[in-house]
């Protein structure tokens, strides 16, 4: 490819809204084009590397005896009725009236597609297992789409289906596909990244992973232990609380005037915030009359989706709107109003002395003891895990690292394929419902993904394996005849070798094109200059590294083979 | 691929609504499944061959040196605003409104993102001429969707927009990506396809060809002459009209009671048809007051596709509403209301005598000259080629087929660049707005094209360069050992020479086989039995011809890629 033809700008300043890396350098190197907020064109070298890593994918896939199939983007209401997710889903699936005033929409996710084709042509348990996989354009009304790539509306995903007899069989497989997602992002040149359990969410199964990039810009906090293996998201980790040692002490209610915060009582009181209970007031999501009280210990804080599990409901921040229970102040487990649901956290169970709300105002409780004044209160765990957390499985000391989900797989069950009615006989002849697991990557999540890990202060960091190029040919001074010559047929050798080649034929200064390579982050550089060939040579350097050598024209070829094979080679590749 | 594990049912019976043969095959077949009124799921067979032509096509449009991007399923009213399509294309394009209220659309062609994309980018003449091209979903909301594959609403589509410097260069390279597209249609494997020149509707630009497939289920007319190249699609074929004679005569009126029609005032008259004039009567569309009358001489038809050029407005067929014009009946050219645009057609220029409506009741004129009782009348061409007619080329006589359109290409122009105000600098320092041309084609439309030419009455035939698999083999006796060992083997032996296999694993009997393998149509079939084992051969049959013959176990891989060999290169796919 000639760079002079190459629709492609690169420019010294991002966009006004490019905050993180990946979003400056793809958008300064002219790999992607806002087209409206959270929706992009992509140019050559972004779809080049798009397409190179759906080939990994694919191979991926079709080694798991997956089948490519395509599903549509617009889907009748129908088929997400029977799923009730045409109801559940809010505004961030689109939906459209079509011409005949059928309800349409965009889809976000493709499980009732998926059933939808394998329902009657699979029907019998020996055609199980079996994974049907797509690799299609997704729509996905995002309130807070930013970061370029990162967090987009509309994007290229893989998503594959998997239908089992047993739970057995699709554990096994489902762990398959968990090594073949390793094995995925390893070879697009992905480095920290690290699959943990998650919450399955709206995918309605339970067992689940996320595969999360772990970096700084990244939306979802991730739990990890320094000593032993443990990690897990933010919404599902755990940590060990150790009990704070208190003498059973009498319960006795205390004057404490306007003090109302945690660190305000406990002050007075002169108790330690680990003596305390905080109550955390939520309401159901659309029924700001049904209140959820969140009892937790004073230090630490309320985890919502830990919560949400706990009550099986969807629950906000309580708006403030006027209710008795809350406008008394002082909110505590003794003698609270019946009509609210309460939660109570593991953290509080065994502590003997409890400083609790009085649940009227200017008053609180000291000497608070759970067994003995509230014994029919049940215990989970509602708990945020604190950086610094004991480790649940080694005891060692927890850590909090940010992290960008590059991939997740769920368990599903058999809600799709329960819901919409999909039977196969068994062996014995009994119908049943196949069991799933759904498994997706985000394509331009991994491009952004690579750009935010591998890129550095001058630009994109290519991995050999998915970069548009592998060579991008700097020749200096195209005027000089042996230059335009010798790089030219370089740049003709190494397209014959199977190599892909970016030439860079403008007529520019040397400071011009070695920024430009830079930006644009091609793993091998080649420079070839009326200096380098005086001694029948060119220079070639290594992007990640910055390491340069010269090799003689002769040799150039070779050489660009032997270092093109070892990095592929690190990315078992080759 | 085992057979026995491809999510794809074969059935004898079509869908209901399947009318024709792509459409009845590509379902009996199992490779498409409805999802709603013109959308579809793909299975992997289907999908397979839908990479496979994708392949030909990025080779045909690369070698072009098109630059593969991609453009966004979803786009926002402003950018469709400038090039006014927002508002003038109709209810084929969805619109919705996103969560912030903002008006969106499903992209069902893409020149406005393809000049979003390029527009700043590029900059200087240097970089022109110019090719982007994706291959993308697309959404148009078809009134009339239908065949299957054929017309649908959501489709999988290459477009490309080329952007130039001048007229000359953009038509030169219009006809390499003409010539390009004659090399896609026949790799693909389609034999009876035609480019003909368009009228260029929507798009806006002015020359333009479609390549059609001549097909009898085809919903296009073409005109095409028996003894010499001309061809043109029905909305803008000519042929030649001999002007009937007949002496001067003088203008007379004459009573002609209640007969209205050509027929009955001709046959009233004792004069041809060819000597009448008819009018038919349209309205501009949205205005039911504005009549458009449009003359023709008696045996001929109104183009309607013409007619709306020749005036530059849409029309609809009267609609019968109450107005003076029409319902005093017998409308002619004399003495016609002036209100009304009266459109004349080129066949009545030159005739001596004619048959007129009088406009009034019961009355009619002959002997009506053009020239001489109405010199101010100027004509145009809005006739219908009548098959059989002559040649405006060579003489010849014409005929009329139907065709599928498989692929369109456009000279733009500069609609596009100067509505969105694109402007690249040329070599004098000069500013100026980029020519531009555009070419698509429809992947699913030539999956159903194959079906629908090469289909027979047992199923597809599939071209080799676009089969899923190239070889499908048909075990015979799985039960016997020697049979599953050897026919095990040669599905290893032919996949590790690179070939795509089909192995029928089943344990059924050899009619359920033969009946799946014709159905679904890849070229080359083996049987490995216990008969054809007992001299150590396996039987091998081209799906095309039917041809089989015993091959030697030993050799059958070499015959097989023998025939491989020679069916690509009949493609110029070698």
């Known amino acids: 490819m000639l760079l002079s033809k190459l629709v492609c700008e690169r420019t010294k300043e991002a966009p006004q809204d490019a905050k993180i890396k990946s979003h400056i350098l793809l958008s300064r190197a002219g790999f992607i084009k806002q087209v409206a907020v959270g929706i992009y064109s992509m140019t050559m070298p972004c779809q080049k590397m798009s397409g190179k890593i759906q080939k990994i ?113 699709l554990e096994k497989y489902y762990y398959r596909v968990f090594d073949a997602y390793n094995r995925i992002f390893k070879r697009i040149g992905l480095k920290r990244f690290i699959d943990i359990k998650s919450d399955s969410g709206m995918m309605g199964g339970s067992i689940a992973h996320e595969f999360m990039l772990l970096s700084e810009v990244g939306e979802d906090s991730i739990v990890l232990c320094n000593d032993c293996d443990y990690r897990a998201n933010m919404e599902v980790a755990e940590s060990v609380l150790d009990t704070p040692k208190v003498e059973v002490q009498p319960l006795q209610i205390v004057e404490t005037g306007q003090d109302k915060t945690i660190e305000e009582v406990c002050s007075r009181l002169g108790i330690a915030k680990e003596l305390s209970c905080k109550a955390v007031v939520f309401a159901v999501k659309g029924k700001s009359d049904e209140i959820v009280i969140a009892f937790i210990r004073g230090d630490l804080e309320v985890n919502e989706a830990k919560l949400k599990k706990a009550i099986s409901k969807d629950v906000v921040p309580y708006d403030g709107g006027i209710s008795d229970i809350i406008a008394c102040g002082n909110i505590g487990p003794y003698g609270l109003n019946k009509s609210v649901i309460a939660v109570y956290d593991k953290s509080l169970e065994n502590i003997n002395a409890l400083v609790i709300g009085a649940n009227k105002p200017e008053y609180h409780y000291t000497g608070f003891n759970f067994k003995r004044d509230l014994a029919d209160a049940t215990f989970c765990d509602i708990s945020k895990v604190k950086d610094g957390g004991k480790c649940p499985v080694c005891g060692g000391t927890l850590r909090i690292e940010n992290g960008i989900e590059i991939g997740n797989i769920f368990q599903l069950g058999t809600k799709y394929t329960k819901s919409m009615d999909m039977t196969v006989h068994g062996a014995d002849g009994a119908e049943f419902n196949p069991i799933m697991g759904c498994y997706g990557i985000g394509v ?17 960091v290519l991995p050999m394996s998915v970069a548009p190029w592998q060579v991008h040919i700097c020749p200096l001074r195209l005027d000089d005849g042996k230059v335009a010559e010798r790089a030219a047929g370089l740049y003709e050798d190494l397209k014959k070798a199977g190599i892909d080649v970016l030439y860079d034929d403008r007529s520019v200064g040397a400071g011009v094109k070695f920024n430009d390579a830079d930006l644009m982050g091609m793993p091998i550089r080649i420079v070839v200059s009326p200096k380098s060939l005086a001694t029948d040579e060119v220079e070639i350097t290594v992007r990640r590294s910055g390491e340069s050598k010269k090799v003689a024209c002769a040799d150039a070829v070779a050489d660009v083979k032997a270092i093109i094979a070892a990095q592929l080679a690190e990315l078992d590749c080759d």
């Open 444 to 460: 331009g999540r991994a491009i952004a993904s690579i750009a935010q890990e591998s890129g550095d202060d001058k630009g994109l």
């Open 57 to 169: 994918i694919r191979e991926e896939m079709d080694a798991l005896d997956g089948q490519e199939v395509l599903f549509p983007v617009v889907m009748p209401r129908e088929i997400w009725e029977l799923s009730d997710r045409y109801n559940t889903i809010g505004s961030e699936m689109v939906r459209f009236k079509d011409r005949n005033n059928r309800d349409m929409l965009l889809g976000m996710t493709h499980e009732e597609a998926a059933v939808h084709l394998a329902n009657h042509i699979v029907s019998s348990y020996n055609q199980l297992p079996m994974m049907i996989y797509q690799i299609q354009t997704k729509f996905r009304d995002e309130a807070r789409s930013r970061g370029g790539l990162i967090r987009v509306r509309e994007f290229t995903m893989k998503d594959a289906y998997s239908f089992h007899e047993t739970k057995e069989d």
